[in-house]
């Protein structure tokens, strides 16, 4: 029994835990910075501008990752003005073993509502 009370008290506590990062990663972490960061690496790997109109949302657990909402990818230079891609939600999962290595291990990429 004692067990059992140690156990759920280990769960309870990882929970707040993980509850506790996450508020703080959306409490520190200036949204507009990492929405200026995608973008200008986007722009610079690909020439394409991208614009993030929408909130992020961070996850930690199951899995680390970022939801980012109302994405729009544009044309590259010589081509039209309307976007190359448009996406409602773009939800992007990363493998945590290789963050601690200084890696990104994209592990799983969904998308939903996109136009071409």
Same mark, same amino acid.
């Given at each position: 029994m004692k067990l059992l009370k140690w156990f759920f008290g280990l769960i309870i506590a990882m929970a707040v835990l993980i509850?506790?990062?996450v508020v703080t990663l959306n409490l520190v972490v200036d949204e507009d910075m990492v929405k200026g960061k995608f973008s200008s690496q986007f722009a610079s790997k690909t020439g394409q501008s991208l614009d993030i109109n929408g909130p992020l949302q961070w996850s930690i657990?199951?899995? /680390?990752?970022?939801?980012?909402s109302e994405v729009r990818v544009g044309s590259a230079p010589g081509f039209d003005e309307k976007p190359l891609a448009t996406v409602q939600e773009l939800d992007v999962k990363v493998g945590i073993k290789p963050?601690?290595?200084?890696?990104?291990?994209?592990d799983t990429v /969904?998308?939903?509502g996109v136009r071409l």
């Open positions: 509850a506790v990062v657990f199951p899995w /680390v990752g970022i939801k980012l963050l601690f290595e200084k890696k990104i291990v994209v /969904v998308l939903k």
